[in-house]
């Protein structure tokens, strides 16, 4: 009789993983009678498939190698085809990325649609059908996202027109006044606008509702309202210069700078730039500081949602948001639009004297565990806050997980991922501190977890002002010595995301040699997030979704971009 251990059976993760990362000719293997070529991307193998064979690639993927998460849907056009592009990670460990390349004819730009697989693939393929003009077979609702049904053309194909006029006759818009009959023809729905000016939406959202009696049966979040196309601003602008001062303008609330991050850190990789890790100290410190920023105003503005006016909660969440908004004005001179990070580092240094922000920094940090024990009296222990947040706006982990969502929405739900850890950059992995879930699953532990990570950002914190104010004079490098023009070579891809304050922001850019990016993609949290609204709201109340939509902490300028 053998004493041997019994083989452990091959499992998803097992799928295309060697001890030295991923095997992409096993995974090849796998789904060899889709795939018609493969591409070389700089941090991500690209397999071309068939444009009829994405649903069958995808699910391959996902079920036997461990792929199930779809970071982003990225469409672009060539002069000699239209192209789809699906990010994909692993939950488990996002360092593991695969890029599927699905290509199609420019005289009809039609493929399967990815949706029956991820979730998340539904706002995205409708975006690139809307912003480039290629349609998805079977997707549930292929219509415009962004531009209003009635819009013209594509923006962002190479033949729009953008002179052509976009007025269309009355008749054909939507009746407003028609029959809705989402539950059904023979049942007795209302249908409700709420929005795009009702405060609890947050910006110009449009939420068509639908009611049947008090419960939602049907719900339809309506963006655009607010969209500039940034993505072509950025592709009309300059890698070296002219790009960074936009990501302030995605999540102004303020993200900012880890908007500056997302794009620093894709730059960066296409042009294999080297940031000194004083300067990688630098921006983890303002990071983490515009983090708790944002999760302030976040808990203020969810304070607003439930209790229904102007209250404590608030006014003390604005207040501690603004002693973090005079220390980062100390530090990058704004107190919204940052622009503190060029690529290959940060535009300065600690202000001087170095004491006095440092101790300020100090100050800040040593009151917040009084601050947060606050927020807890007045809130989390609240028998009204607790009535309308706990078991409402649930949201299971694998709903989660297959709409694409994160950041605190996804760690709310139980499931722990976080880029900072799991895809380390800056000086994070040099740190201490802990990723914060919850396994609540509703608005209640949305909440919870925005609170405590306030509390781990104030560890990196304290930890970066400590190294900083040691750090040897003579080696206080804040950039690399960057070209001033950047032309990364013709054909070059990278697809690179941070932990932002509302979960994974990407940026993917594709180089055609010259000094400005041939395609610039977002990915942006609030527009994956914003897809699982409807998701926590069947079968509640109005006022339940209003409670959900604040826990997912959208900003209509990063939907919409």
Same mark, same amino acid.
């Given at each position: 009789?053998?004493?041997?251990?019994?083989?452990?059976?091959?499992?998803?993760?097992?799928?295309?993983?060697?001890?030295?990362?991923?095997?992409?000719?096993?995974?090849?293997?796998?789904?060899?009678?889709? $795939?018609?070529?493969?591409?070389? %991307? #700089? &941090?991500?193998?690209?397999?071309?498939?068939?444009?009829?064979?994405?649903? @069958? =690639?995808?699910?391959?993927?996902?079920?036997?190698?461990?792929?199930?998460?779809?970071?982003?849907?990225?469409?672009?056009?060539?002069?000699?085809?239209?192209?789809?592009?699906?990010?994909?990670?692993?939950?488990?460990?996002?360092?593991?990325?695969?890029?599927?390349?699905?290509?199609?004819?420019?005289?009809?730009?039609?493929?399967?649609?990815?949706?029956?697989?991820?979730?998340?693939?539904?706002?995205?393929?409708?975006?690139?059908?809307?912003?480039?003009?290629?349609?998805?077979?079977?997707?549930?609702?292929?219509?415009?996202?962004?531009?209003?049904?009635?819009?013209?053309?594509?923006?962002?194909?190479?033949?729009?027109?953008?002179?052509?006029?976009? $007025?269309?006759?009355?008749?054909? %818009? #939507? &009746?407003?006044?028609?029959?809705?009959?989402?539950?059904?023809?023979?049942? @007795? =729905?209302?249908?409700?606008?709420?929005?795009?000016?009702?405060?609890?939406?947050?910006?110009?959202?449009?939420?068509?509702?639908?009611?049947?009696?008090?419960?939602?049966?049907?719900?339809?979040?309506?963006?655009?309202?607010?969209?500039?196309?940034?993505?072509?601003?950025?592709?009309?602008?300059?890698?070296?210069?002219?790009?960074?001062?936009?990501?302030?303008?995605?999540?102004?609330?303020?993200?900012?700078?880890?908007?500056?991050?997302?794009?620093?850190?894709?730059?960066?990789?296409?042009?294999?730039?080297?940031?000194?890790?004083?300067?990688?100290?630098?921006?983890?410190?303002?990071?983490?500081?515009?983090?708790?920023?944002?999760?302030?105003?976040?808990?203020?503005?969810?304070?607003?949602? #439930?209790?229904?006016?102007?209250?404590?909660?608030?006014?003390?969440?604005?207040? @501690?948001?603004?002693?973090?908004?005079?220390?980062?004005?100390?530090?990058?001179?704004?107190?919204?639009?940052?622009?503190?990070?060029?690529?290959?580092?940060?535009?300065?240094?600690?202000?001087?004297?170095?004491?006095?922000?440092?101790?300020?920094?100090?100050?800040?940090?040593?009151?917040?565990?009084?601050?947060?024990?606050?927020?807890?009296?007045?809130?989390?222990?609240?028998?009204?806050?607790?009535?309308?947040?706990?078991?409402?706006?649930?949201?299971?982990?694998?709903?989660?997980?297959?709409?694409?969502?994160?950041?605190?929405?996804?760690?709310?739900?139980?499931?722990?991922?976080?880029?900072?850890?799991?895809?380390?950059?800056?000086?994070?992995?040099?740190?201490?501190?802990?990723?914060?879930?919850?396994?609540?699953?509703?608005?209640?532990?949305?909440?919870?977890?925005?609170?405590?990570?306030?509390?781990?950002?104030?560890?990196?914190?304290?930890?970066?002002?400590?190294?900083?104010?040691?750090?040897?004079?003579?080696?206080?490098?804040?950039?690399?010595?960057?070209?001033?023009?950047?032309?990364?070579?013709?054909?070059?891809?990278?697809?690179?995301?941070?932990?932002?304050?509302?979960?994974?922001?990407?940026?993917?850019?594709?180089?055609?040699?010259?000094?400005?990016?041939?395609?610039?993609?977002?990915?942006?949290?609030?527009?994956?997030?914003?897809?699982?609204?409807?998701?926590?709201?069947?079968?509640?109340?109005?006022?339940?979704?209003?409670?959900?939509?604040?826990?997912?902490?959208?900003?209509?300028?990063?939907?919409?971009?």
């Amino acid at each position: 009789m053998s004493l041997e251990e019994p083989e452990r059976p091959a499992t998803a993760d097992d799928v295309g993983v060697t001890e030295g990362g991923l095997d992409y000719d096993a995974l090849e293997d796998l789904v060899s009678e889709h $795939v018609i070529d493969r591409e070389s %991307h #700089v &941090n991500a193998e690209g397999l071309v498939i068939r444009p009829d064979a994405v649903q @069958d =690639t995808l699910s391959a993927l996902k079920e036997e190698a461990g792929f199930d998460h779809c970071s982003a849907v990225t469409a672009q056009e060539y002069e000699d085809r239209y192209e789809s592009i699906y990010h994909l990670k692993k939950f488990d460990d996002p360092t593991q990325q695969l890029s599927v390349v699905v290509p199609t004819n420019k005289d009809e730009p039609v493929s399967e649609s990815a949706e029956p697989v991820f979730r998340t693939a539904d706002w995205h393929e409708r975006e690139a059908y809307d912003l480039v003009g290629i349609e998805y077979d079977d997707h549930p609702d292929l219509r415009r996202i962004l531009l209003p049904e009635t819009w013209q053309g594509h923006p962002m194909g190479k033949d729009y027109n953008q002179n052509q006029p976009q $007025v269309v006759t009355l008749r054909e %818009h #939507v &009746n407003p006044l028609a029959e809705d009959h989402s539950a059904g023809e023979d049942s @007795d =729905t209302m249908f409700v606008n709420i929005g795009p000016h009702h405060p609890a939406t947050h910006g110009v959202l449009h939420v068509k509702t639908v009611l049947d009696g008090e419960q939602i049966v049907d719900l339809d979040p309506d963006i655009g309202y607010l969209h500039r196309n940034e993505e072509q601003m950025c592709e009309q602008s300059t890698y070296r210069h002219q790009i960074m001062p936009y990501p302030d303008r995605w999540d102004y609330t303020p993200g900012g700078i880890l908007n500056e991050w997302a794009y620093a850190r894709a730059a960066e990789s296409m042009a294999d730039i080297e940031v000194p890790e004083y300067a990688q100290v630098l921006r983890t410190m303002s990071a983490e500081l515009t983090r708790i920023a944002a999760h302030m105003l976040a808990l203020g503005t969810f304070g607003l949602d #439930v209790y229904g006016d102007f209250n404590a909660i608030f006014m003390y969440a604005v207040r @501690d948001r603004e002693a973090v908004q005079n220390i980062l004005e100390d530090l990058t001179g704004q107190r919204l639009m940052f622009n503190y990070f060029r690529l290959g580092g940060v535009a300065w240094d600690i202000p001087e004297p170095r004491e006095e922000f440092f101790e300020k920094t100090r100050e800040f940090l040593d009151g917040l565990p009084e601050y947060i024990e606050e927020y807890h009296n007045l809130i989390t222990e609240n028998e009204i806050f607790q009535l309308r947040c706990i078991d409402t706006g649930v949201l299971p982990p694998e709903v989660a997980k297959n709409y694409g969502a994160t950041g605190p929405v996804l760690r709310g739900s139980g499931v722990d991922y976080d880029l900072r850890r799991d895809d380390p950059y800056g000086y994070y992995d040099e740190l201490d501190w802990d990723v914060v879930t919850e396994d609540g699953c509703d608005n209640y532990s949305r909440v919870l977890v925005r609170m405590r990570e306030v509390e781990e950002s104030a560890k990196i914190i304290r930890q970066c002002v400590d190294l900083l104010e040691d750090w040897p004079e003579d080696d206080r490098e804040i950039q690399a010595n960057v070209p001033r023009t950047l032309r990364p070579e013709a054909g070059k891809e990278v697809y690179e995301a941070v932990e932002g304050a509302k979960g994974e922001l990407g940026i993917y850019m594709r180089s055609d040699g010259t000094d400005k990016p041939a395609r610039f993609k977002i990915r942006s949290p609030c527009f994956s997030n914003l897809q699982t609204l409807p998701e926590m709201s069947e079968g509640e109340y109005i006022p339940d979704m209003v409670a959900s939509l604040g826990s997912l902490d959208i900003v209509l300028g990063e939907v919409d971009r």
